[in-house]
């Protein structure tokens, strides 16, 4: 039904936004399983031979697989890198 179809769509977005904002605040977890939703989702309510389909399952999919922890320099060795290269001038 089309007003089913409306809210399928905005279920996504939301989907898609929390992913987002889960990756900015290193939730790695969390972004993985609201990615995983949105791609059940594209494969149980849209057609897959689309190749708008296919082209957001393939998105999704090199997202989920980019979107894993990544280890963040600690502020002390920043700092003494660059204390490093200010001695060395």
């Known amino acids: 039904a089309p007003e089913q179809a409306f809210f399928l769509r905005e279920n996504l ?3 898609l936004l929390n992913a987002r904002l889960a990756l900015m605040s290193r939730q790695f977890d969390t972004a993985q399983a609201d990615l995983r939703d949105v791609q059940t989702t594209l494969e149980r309510y849209f057609d897959r031979g689309s190749r708008r389909t296919t082209a957001a399952l393939d998105l999704v999919r090199q997202v989920a697989a980019q979107a894993r922890q990544v280890t963040v ?3 002390d060795a920043t700092l003494a890198a660059i204390a490093a290269v200010n001695g060395g001038r």
């Open 13 to 15: 977005k939301l989907r």
């Open 73 to 75: 320099p600690r502020p």
